[in-house]
């Protein structure tokens, strides 16, 4: 047991601050939050004074897990204020890990969801084989569906069969489905926008005209079921991984053009509407999707975190940001300029209409996304889009909680919750710059303080 004493406690719903308040951290929860009872010598007792309370932030699309050792990147998640994360891709040996749940290490961000293997043609290419493997994965214990690349009748189909065994799909949007059609269905959450064109294409009056011709998946189905194909999907996967843009070709291209140019505002915010009717959440990723479509962008390279990545990562990212440059012209550059402002103007019209946000990164393996820090840089375009450093606030803490439907565990700063905490030396409520100054974190009751912080970032630097 011990005391944070004399902070001011933010309440991310409705952003009112509450000064001069005392929390008594116990057994891994918030035991009591009063007025504080003043300074003391008490050496249990952590000075607040000047600082701010806040939910430790959830980043809602990770890969961490899929590292040999994840501790480095798991520990600078840690540091840059992340307590909890959602997977997005899993194998049957992390499920089987998962399964015997080893003891819960409070030094590392809570695992909040994973799926299974992530649907490609490779153990999803018919929709016989897909639900199969749908079954396969909710029985090893997997939390959800990740669809990636996968056509139409599969996702339909999985979609299904999801639903009877009671866990979501989310993940990208198939290529080819109706945007409309796959929220109606009950997609969960839609990753990165899309990708792609996905819900731009959904917002333009060329709608069918882009759905038909944007398909074509970079992994063709094997015709028969090959052995370790999991195996092989991973290392096909983990290429394209750190920039799929690279992949665009001369006709995506046009359909981008065509998708900027046909832009349709009624479309989108009847699109937004939709999605906040059926629930269908968005977990942009605008950090990701900025670093892939302006992957040759010199401020990317000359990224002070990037002393977090390792000599492999930033060798892989410097040469895609190379091929990146080499492979696009001027005009091509400019069509993924647009594109990315009219992803953030989509952004901002979804969060008016109502449509709920998450917060994710897509951290680790996608070129120049730091885990931890690409929070904070998700953070800052979640506020270029237009919302409030309140509302950039809720898209990784009362939103993600609300998603998860832990509520009752977390999401806010209250007694009885988890104690799952970031003090910021910076009031977050009027600049969203502010939920970068993480002096302490708080995570399952135990209090890492700057000077632990700062150990975790320093084992993950030089690499
Ligand atoms: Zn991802």
Same mark, same amino acid.
């Given at each position: ?352 209409? %109502?449509? $709920?946000?998450? *917060? ?8 120049? &996304? /730091?885990? @931890?820090?690409?929070? #904070? =840089? ?47 030396? %910076?009031? $977050?409520?009027? *600049? ?8 302490? &974190? /708080?995570? @399952?009751?135990?209090? #890492? =303080? ?14």
């Amino acid at each position: 047991m011990y005391r944070i004493a004399n902070v001011t406690v933010v309440d991310p719903r409705d952003g009112s601050v509450t000064a001069h308040q005392d929390l008594r951290i116990d057994g891994g929860r918030i035991a009591w939050i009063g007025a504080t009872t003043g300074p003391d010598r008490d050496p249990t007792t952590v000075d607040g004074r000047d600082r701010f309370v806040v939910p430790g932030f959830v980043d809602m699309h990770a890969h961490p897990l899929n590292l040999d050792d994840p501790a480095p990147e798991l520990g600078l998640m840690l540091a840059f204020g992340i307590t909890g994360y959602r997977q997005m891709s899993g194998t049957p040996a992390l499920l089987r890990r998962l399964r015997d749940r080893q003891p819960v290490d409070d030094a590392t961000p809570r695992l909040l969801a994973t799926p299974g293997s992530v649907l490609t043609p490779i153990n999803a290419g018919k929709p016989a084989a897909a639900v199969a493997e749908v079954r396969r994965q909710v029985r090893d214990g997997a939390d959800f569906i990740k669809a990636a690349l996968i056509t139409p009748d599969v996702y339909f189909a999985v979609q299904a069969e999801a639903d009877r065994l009671g866990v979501p799909v989310a993940g990208h949007l198939p290529a080819g489905v109706d945007v409309r059609a796959a929220s109606d269905a009950g997609f969960r959450s839609i990753e990165h926008v899309g990708p792609g064109l996905g819900v731009l294409a959904g917002c333009s009056c060329h709608e069918e005209h882009l759905r038909t011709t944007t398909s074509g998946s970079p992994i063709k189905a094997p015709p028969f079921r090959i052995p370790f194909a999991d195996r092989l999907a991973e290392r096909v996967l983990r290429k394209i991984v750190v920039n799929p843009a690279q992949l665009t070709g001369p006709a995506t291209l046009r359909s981008t053009r065509d998708a900027i140019d046909s832009f349709d505002e009624g479309k989108a915010r009847d699109l937004a509407r939709r999605f906040a009717e059926n629930d269908t959440w968005n977990c942009p990723t605008l950090i990701r999707v900025k670093a892939q479509q302006f992957c040759d962008e010199p401020a990317f390279a000359a990224d002070p975190d990037l002393r977090y990545a390792t000599a492999g990562e930033r060798k892989a990212w410097n040469s895609a940001a190379a091929a990146f440059h080499r492979k696009f012209d001027d005009a091509q550059h400019a069509v993924f300029a647009e594109q990315f402002a009219l992803q953030l103007r989509v952004v901002k019209i979804l969060d008016e209409e %109502g449509a $709920p946000l998450l *917060a994710g990164t897509d951290a680790v393996g996608a070129a120049w &996304v /730091v885990a @931890g820090a690409s929070l #904070h =840089d998700e953070f800052d375009l979640l506020a270029e889009a237009g919302l409030d450093p309140v509302r950039v606030l809720r898209t990784a803490t009362t939103d993600p909680t609300r998603f998860l439907h832990r509520e009752r565990d977390a999401g806010t700063v209250e007694a009885g919750k988890e104690a799952d905490l970031v003090l910021l030396d %910076g009031d $977050p409520t009027t *600049a969203v710059a502010n939920l970068r100054t993480v002096s302490a &974190v /708080v995570r @399952g009751g135990r209090y #890492h =303080d700057t000077a632990a912080l700062t150990a975790l970032k320093e084992r993950a630097t030089g690499r």
